[in-house]
Structure formats: structure tokens, C-alpha cells
């Protein structure tokens, strides 16, 4: 999961059980990114066989038994895709009066789970994150699916179910499945129906937590659902989160396979093991089959690392500021930019681009107005606010053309004590800042602070830190000096140095 693309721009769309109503959503603007009546490709991929063994390693991490490959829906998905090439229209059925109508995609629209994008590549993982989609390819019951993925569709049969496949008692398959580690820490609402609003409060729009969910089976030909009478998830450090449940008596409970979700309310910790557990009785059918049940089990969220926001220069020549950032690989998203100057304020955003393997430079360039074009420094603030993977983080610095020469020479990180030695250009003054970010006791994320006055070129630190900083692998100092406006010679720019405490 945590090697999973980020699903942020996923548009899906819903199958519904057998007597439910039929769901379909997409997002006009990933169609139009599609050009569905673009050029043909030659074949799914990944192919129908390696979806399903997909499929299976997947199902077996769960404790779920094999699916075997249905070539009557392979080539029914494989129908729809091509109606859905010529029409470009979505959802769970075909109008037989428009292009490329059969039967036979007809019935696989209806009986299959659909994406409507670049994630379809991923085979049946393009529906991981989504919980309805989720609990129907890890349906206990599943005995057989087919696959296809072309012209932007992916299709995945998930109605071929056999149930004779029981269980003597009540058996729980959770996902994220016990010890799994890498979960993404958030869900982006992207799913019809749309998990999000059931959330109190909740616009659909604004992401809550990954969502636990949990597939169950017994020993009656049909499970009905469970009825929950408690549940919590809870961090190992800080306070329980806020939860709702759909089980068989919520509206959104047929979506579920007879299965349940914890959906929950903000954003779940980045790195942080969760323990989920649940109480409730399973229904079959009849008014006598009903079972009690208490599952519990454990997953750790992705871990979030340093944002590592770091100006490399920032000068004022010729009424232009150019500054160069650097931040992780990992960042996605827009670094904000507000630069301060003769009693102005200059304030855009940048895209930092697609995450990418090591360091990324971002360059900002910009043309002053008015008195900020006749100045020769200002203060340059620069913010990020993070994505799943990376922290938020700031940054604030002056803007000239003086070198500080801000330098480390020593940094040691021994029994929770930081000792760190370094210099600084002879001319300046002022403090340097230090800033180290980590993981605190009760989850939350921890900020130390610490300063080093500048003397005669020299600067030092001697400080104890907080126990939990060296608790966290992916601690980060950050040392700082702003700038220096009034120095011989001057102005002289903000510059910045860090480093990863975790392995120290």
C-alpha cells in the first residue's frame, strides 16, 4: 500500500450488490484529460492473468482463498471498454441504442467494479483505497473474476461468487490486514458513492482517514451483515479517533458485502501504529443465524518525512528576486511565496511537480513592482503544507545579495543531547536557529527550538532534547541564520544547512 501512486486524482466508480442500486461518478476533468476517443491500444494491461494473480496475492495477504480467472467477464469488461471508448459515458449499464452496445459488456458493466483513469494500471490495486470497491474484491465468497483495462477503463468482475465457500464460525478478514505496514494515511473522498459524507459534518470533499474495513463469513448460505455494538480505533500514543461506523444498519451497509468500515473522521498519524477492533453480531438470513464476534487487529501508517524546505540562495538583482529552493523528492503539491519589502507584500505559489527519486530543485523568479523593484532586500517567507508523505513545513529568510556563509562544522546527537559548532561570515550578527521536528509522545507532531547567538564568526549549541526526538527515526534539525540587514558591507541574505537526526 505505502508503494501504492497516490490516488489524490482517482475518479471511480461503484458497483453496486446484487439488489442495490446502481452508482456511477466521474470527474469531468479526468475524462477530458482522457481524450477517450483517442488512439486504440492493442491490449489490457496488466493482462486478465496477471490482474487476477494480482488479485490473488493481494486476497492471500488478507487470509483470503485464490479467484480463478472468468473468461466471460474477461471479454465482457473487454466489450464495455470499447463501448466506453466510443461513447466516453460511465457507469454500471449500456444504452443499446449507442455505439459498440452488446450484451455481453452490457452484463459486465453491471456485474464489475470500474475506474476511470491512470490507475488502472494497477490492476485490481487501482480500487485499494476505495471501501466499497475494496470489500467486493476481497469478498470471502469470490470464487472466479475477469480483468481488462484499456481506453481509460478498468473493469473487474466481482458477482462470480460461490457459497459453498464457509466458514464452521465467524471469520474476520480485516484490511489493512494485521501488521501491515506503509498505509496511506488519508482518503481523498474520490469514490461513488462517496464514503466522505457520511462523516458528520463532512463536505465530500474534505479528506478523512484511510478506511479500515472488514470482510466476514460463517456458515449459512447467505451473510446478511454484521450489526456493530462497539469499536475504536486507537493510535499506540494520544487519544482514540473519532469513527463512524457502516455496518448492515447503515444506509451505506449493502455497499459492504456483508462486511463493515470505520471510516475516520481527520487524517490518520503519518507513521504511527493503529490498533482497530470491533464487537458485534454476524446475520445470515434467518431470524436463528446470528453469531457474535470480536475481532482486533494492527497496521502502521506511512511514515511522513521532512519536507527538508531549504532556500540554497536568494538574491535582488535588477529588481527581480531569484531564489533557489530545495526540498525532498517526495513533495507534491505548491510551495506558497511571500516576499516582504518597503511595506509591501508580493505573494504567489509554485508547483513543485511530480514527486520524484531524491532532491528537487524548485527555482523562483519574479519581477518586483514599485518600491519593492527599488530595493535591494526584503524578507522572503516560503511555506508548504505537506502532502501523505512529507511534513508541512517553513521557511523565512532574508533576500540580498551578501553571502552570510552560514557553515557546520560539528553535530553530534548522543543520549537525547544535540551538541553542534559551526561559523558564519566575520561581518555579521545576530542568531542562528535551530529547529529540530519529530514525532511527540502523544502522536502529535513536536517542534524543539533552540539558539545560537553569533560571536565573532563562531557559533555553538549545547542542548538537551526532548526523549521523543531521538524515539523518531525521521527527526529533523533544521539551522537557520535570517539574514543580516545592517552589516558592514550588507545586506547579507538568509541561509539555511539540516539534517535527519534519526541516524545519528
Given at each position: 500500500m505505502g508503494n501504492r501512486a497516490n490516488s489524490s486524482n482517482r475518479t471511480r466508480s461503484v458497483k453496486a450488490p446484487a439488489g442495490a442500486p446502481l452508482w456511477a461518478g466521474v470527474c469531468s476533468a479526468v475524462l477530458l484529460a482522457l481524450g477517450f476517443a483517442g488512439?486504440?491500444?492493442?491490449?489490457?494491461?496488466?493482462?486478465?492473468?496477471?490482474a487476477v494473480e494480482m488479485l490473488n496475492e493481494w486476497r492471500g495477504r488478507v487470509g483470503l482463498g485464490a479467484v480463478t480467472l472468468d473468461p466471460a467477464n474477461t471479454e465482457g469488461c473487454r466489450q464495455h471498454a470499447e463501448y466506453y471508448r466510443l461513447n466516453g459515458t460511465t457507469g454500471h449499464s449500456e444504452d443499446p441504442s449507442r455505439p459498440g452496445y452488446t450484451v455481453e459488456g452490457d452484463r459486465a458493466a453491471g456485474s464489475s467494479v470500474l475506474a476511470y483513469d491512470a490507475s488502472i494500471s494497477e490492476g485490481p490495486y487501482a480500487w485499494e483505497e476505495a471501501p466499497y470497491h475494496r470489500t467486493s474484491l476481497l469478498?470471502?465468497?469470490?470464487?472466479?473474476?475477469?480483468?481488462?483495462?484499456?481506453?481509460?477503463?478498468?473493469?473487474?468482475?466481482?458477482?462470480?461468487?460461490?457459497?459453498?465457500?464457509?466458514?464452521?464460525?465467524?471469520?474476520?478478514?480485516?484490511?489493512?490486514?494485521?501488521?501491515?505496514?506503509?498505509?496511506?494515511?488519508?482518503?481523498?473522498?474520490?469514490?461513488?458513492?462517496?464514503?466522505?459524507?457520511?462523516?458528520?459534518?463532512?463536505?465530500?470533499?474534505?479528506?478523512?482517514?484511510?478506511?479500515?474495513?472488514?470482510?466476514?463469513?460463517?456458515p449459512w448460505s447467505h451473510i446478511s451483515g454484521p450489526e456493530i455494538t462497539s469499536a475504536s480505533l486507537r493510535p499506540d500514543r494520544g487519544s482514540p479517533v473519532a469513527i463512524t461506523i457502516e455496518d448492515r444498519s447503515d444506509p451505506r451497509g449493502?455497499?459492504?458485502?456483508?462486511?463493515?468500515?470505520?471510516?475516520?473522521?481527520?487524517?490518520?498519524?503519518?507513521?504511527?501504529?493503529y490498533t482497530a477492533s470491533a464487537r458485534g453480531v454476524l446475520h445470515g438470513s434467518g431470524a436463528d443465524e446470528q453469531m457474535p464476534f470480536d475481532v482486533s487487529w494492527r497496521f502502521q501508517t506511512q511514515p511522513r518525512f521532512?519536507?527538508?524546505?531549504?532556500?540554497?540562495?536568494?538574491?535582488?538583482?535588477?529588481?527581480?528576486?531569484?531564489?533557489?529552493?530545495?526540498?525532498t523528492g517526495r513533495a507534491t503539491g505548491e510551495i506558497t511565496v511571500d516576499y516582504q519589502a518597503a511595506g509591501r507584500f508580493t505573494r504567489y505559489t509554485v508547483d513543485v511537480g511530480p514527486a520524484q527519486v531524491g532532491e528537487k530543485q524548485v527555482r523562483l523568479?519574479?519581477?518586483?513592482?514599485?518600491?519593492?523593484?527599488?530595493?535591494?532586500?526584503?524578507?522572503?517567507?516560503?511555506?508548504?503544507?505537506?502532502?501523505?508523505?512529507?511534513?508541512?513545513?517553513?521557511?523565512?529568510?532574508?533576500?540580498?545579495?551578501?553571502?552570510?556563509?552560514?557553515?557546520r562544522e560539528t553535530l553530534t546527537f548522543a543520549d537525547g543531547r544535540l551538541r553542534v559548532t559551526g561559523a558564519i561570515d566575520d561581518d555579521v550578527a545576530g542568531i542562528v536557529r535551530l529547529r529540530a521536528t519529530y514525532l511527540a509522545a502523544d502522536g502529535s507532531a513536536g517542534v524543539w527550538e533552540g539558539r545560537a547567538p553569533v560571536l565573532g564568526g563562531r557559533w555553538s549549541v549545547d542542548s538537551q532534547l526532548p526523549a521523543a526526538v531521538a524515539a523518531d527515526p525521521n527527526a529533523y534539525l533544521t539551522i537557520q541564520f535570517t539574514g543580516d540587514l545592517n552589516a558592514p558591507g550588507g545586506p547579507y541574505r538568509g541561509e539555511q544547512d539540516g539534517k535527519g537526526l534519526g541516524n545519528l
Open positions: 488512439p486504440v491500444l492493442a491490449a489490457s494491461e496488466p493482462s486478465p492473468q496477471r469478498a470471502p465468497r469470490l470464487a472466479a473474476a475477469g480483468f481488462w483495462a484499456e481506453h481509460g477503463l478498468g473493469c473487474m468482475g466481482v458477482f462470480n461468487r460461490n457459497d459453498a465457500i464457509r466458514t464452521a464460525g465467524v471469520a474476520a478478514y480485516p484490511y489493512p490486514h494485521h501488521g501491515q505496514t506503509g498505509v496511506e494515511a488519508s482518503f481523498d473522498c474520490f469514490e461513488t458513492p462517496n464514503p466522505c459524507t457520511r462523516v458528520p459534518g463532512n463536505d465530500g470533499e474534505t479528506p478523512i482517514g484511510f478506511v479500515p474495513t472488514v470482510n466476514l463469513n460463517g449493502a455497499f459492504l458485502d456483508g462486511g463493515f468500515s470505520m471510516l475516520p473522521h481527520e487524517p490518520l498519524r503519518g507513521g504511527t501504529w521532512p519536507a527538508k524546505l531549504k532556500v540554497e540562495r536568494a538574491s535582488i538583482r535588477g529588481g527581480v528576486l531569484d531564489a533557489l529552493l530545495s526540498v523568479v519574479r519581477e518586483l513592482e514599485g518600491a519593492q523593484r527599488r530595493r535591494s532586500t526584503g524578507i522572503l517567507n516560503i511555506g508548504y503544507d505537506g502532502n501523505g508523505e512529507t511534513k508541512p513545513d517553513v521557511v523565512r529568510v532574508r533576500a540580498a545579495n551578501g553571502r552570510s556563509r552560514l557553515t
